[in-house]
């Protein structure tokens, strides 16, 4: 409908967009300033406790810093109701006392052809539910009652039945005065492609009504009767009526089941639908025969910001999934997330309501998966990461998808999230190559705890490399912008202390947990590294930079002698040869150097670091073994 220049502007002004949102909303009168016609209120378009919703009366428009929904009262409307844009702004004329203009003559007449459509498949309805109760319909009746569905459910989701006639509906409609064209033109009837009569588009079929969000009749879909009939299930074609990609089956109840409280669930298909609404899952909806579009998507998050999708456990249901992480990542943002629930193999929402009650769905709902995981699981799942080019890939195809998300803050979370995925994963394949099966003795490191360092005696090899390793930790801690420019490095380290490794995860995670507070409190509190914050407080970033990574050569320079001296010391079967004693004393050297640098001449580090080489190593060697105060 084509609306006449200033009409909108017309409306904006008589009425406050406040006015039209304050019926779904509670205003905080702490936080509005009603004088100023600034409104703010918790957001109706995703649930949360915080009033993030704003309403700004002289701009005539909403915004909410939480989802980031924003428009003005016709889109509020057509978001929150569901309404097309026209109903939207005569329910805004009215309320504004204005008359609705004439129509140009086009525009009405595509309107009222519209209607007429909708009188043709709501009569088709009506017949198809009269026709359930006929003579021919006893097997359909029969299937039904072994299925659960009692009149009493028939009657709520307009089940009917189409004969198997060629052209019984046809005639019906005729019979009610409906052009022929008018019938073709709505779905209910097909004409023959070399010309000829129309014939039924439904035949042989248990029929589902579908509803748009108004309540309106726009489509159906029938399962057949016949176990040999090309297509189990049918659905309307394509009309002015029905867009199968943009609706979805029980849209109308879910919503307003959600909007009391109920989540949205989405199941694939009407028989799916019903069993969960009997079963009190009344936020039932099922796409129409398809897979999952950008558009029904968008449609979900209108009615809820996480709807859940419950998907059947055989191949076509993991097929789906898979394609729905890659259509829903472009689009996931705060308020508008999903989440994922896995039914068992074999079984759909009915059989399992039917074999272990509404009590078992419900669990499953509640222990539905969020979007992250099924990535994670699709990356990694039936997959050996026994390489470095293995786990780049892993990392590529993970970092690929993730780029897709376009809100930065979602980007974060997902990156955490994986890293944390990631570094259960391998963080645990580290641990376990550490702790080999030769080592008959394990030191206090090996059980968690760190050495006691005694003065004036030689440092033993693991107690310096627990020094180290702490000591980068701490540096970390204090110095948190030091951490993405040698992330894959610290990502290498596997402290074998609880508390340690902890810190570490929140670390590179950005997080905070009760285990890593209590690892830096130790670190804070050890003797032996009571310099570091004054010495790092004190130092440039690139500075520190470079005595964070001096620390960390010194550690993988040790860690590497000692895993080559045990592959040495295995090999040893009998007499040692000159190359294994070779061997033998190029690993020393190696240790050596690893715990004592200054006395190799700073040879392996560049000329521009040789003084912090220096001062390090008497932070290290000296400081750091100075006999702990009396307390």
């Known amino acids: 409908m084509s609306l006449p220049p200033g009409f909108l502007d017309e409306i904006r002004n008589r009425v406050p967009i406040s006015r039209v949102i304050g019926k779904k909303v509670v205003w905080d009168l702490r936080k509005s300033n009603q004088a100023r016609g600034d409104w703010w209120a918790p957001c109706p378009f995703h649930q949360e406790k915080s009033a993030s919703f704003h309403c700004d009366d002289g701009k005539g428009y909403y915004y909410c810093f939480g989802c980031h929904a924003k428009g003005d009262a016709i889109k509020f409307l057509r978001e929150a109701d569901g309404m097309e844009f026209i109903e939207a702004v005569k329910l805004l004329a009215a309320e504004a006392g204005l008359q609705m203009p004439e129509p140009d003559p086009r ?19 009506r017949w198809f539910r009269l026709q359930l109760q006929t003579g021919a319909a006893a097997e359909a009746r029969d299937y039904l009652l072994r299925r659960g569905l009692d009149r009493a459910a028939e009657d709520r989701f307009e089940v009917g039945f189409a004969p198997d006639s060629r052209t019984a509906l046809t005639q019906a409609l005729r019979d009610k005065g409906f052009d022929e064209s008018l019938i073709v033109e709505s779905g209910m009837a097909a004409k023959p492609d070399g010309g000829g009569a129309a014939y039924d588009r439904f035949r042989g079929r248990i029929i589902f009504p579908i509803r748009d969000g108004q309540g309106r009749c726009i489509g159906f879909g029938g399962r057949a009767m016949d176990p040999n009939a090309r297509a189990k299930y049918l659905n309307s074609p394509e009309t002015p009526l029905f867009d199968k990609g943009r609706n979805l089956y029980n849209l109308g109840p879910a919503r307003a089941a959600v909007a ?98 509404p009590g078992a769905m419900g669990a499953l709902l509640d222990g539905a998966r969020p979007l992250v995981d099924l990535l994670w699981a ?123 490794a902890a810190l570490l995860f929140d670390l590179l995670s950005h997080s905070e947990s009760p285990a890593g507070r209590r690892g830096l409190e130790t670190l804070r509190r050890d003797a032996h590294l009571g310099l570091t914050p004054a010495v790092i407080g004190s130092q440039d970033d690139e500075t520190a930079l470079a005595t964070l990574d001096n620390l960390l050569d010194r550690l993988e320079a040790q860690r590497a002698a000692g895993a080559e001296l045990a592959r040495a010391e295995a090999e040893i079967q009998g007499e040692a040869d000159e190359g294994l004693t070779w061997r033998m004393q190029q690993i020393a050297r190696a240790r050596h150097r690893a715990e004592r640098p200054e006395l190799e001449g700073g040879a392996d580090l560049n000329e521009d670091r040789e003084a912090l080489s220096a001062q390090l190593s008497q932070f290290v060697d000296g400081q750091i073994w100075r006999k702990p105060p009396r307390r």
């Open 107 to 125: 525009a009405r007449e595509r309107t009222d052809r519209r209607t007429r459509l909708l009188d043709v498949t709501e009569a088709a309805c």
């Open 260 to 357: 009391k409280g109920q989540r949205l669930v989405v199941a694939e298909g009407y028989m799916d639908v019903i069993a969960l609404s009997r079963a009190g899952f009344e936020g039932a909806v099922a796409p129409l025969g398809t897979a999952i579009t950008e558009d029904q998507l968008r449609l979900m998050w209108r009615v809820s910001p996480e709807p859940v999708i419950a998907l059947d456990g055989d191949a076509a249901g993991q097929r789906a999934a898979q394609r729905l992480i890659d259509l829903a990542l472009p689009l996931t943002g705060p308020g508008q997330a999903l989440r994922f629930v896995i039914l068992p193999v074999g079984q759909d929402p009915d059989d399992l309501i039917k074999a272990a009650g």
């Open 378 to 500: 699709r990356e990694t799942e039936g997959q050996v990461f026994d390489s470095p080019e293995r786990k780049a890939a892993l990392d590529k195809r993970l970092q690929d998808a993730v780029a897709k998300i376009p809100d930065e803050l979602t980007r974060t979370h997902y990156t955490e999230e994986l890293r944390r995925k990631r570094w259960d994963l391998f963080g645990s394949q580290s641990r376990q190559i550490e702790r080999r099966p030769t080592d008959r003795k394990f030191s206090r490191r090996d059980r968690g705890q760190a050495p006691r360092p005694v003065p004036g005696a030689t440092v033993p090899p693991q107690a310096t490399a627990a020094l180290l390793e702490g000591a980068s930790l701490l540096i970390c801690a204090l110095r948190p912008e030091l951490i993405a420019r040698a992330e894959t490095r610290l990502e290498r380290l596997a402290p074998q202390d609880p508390d340690r």
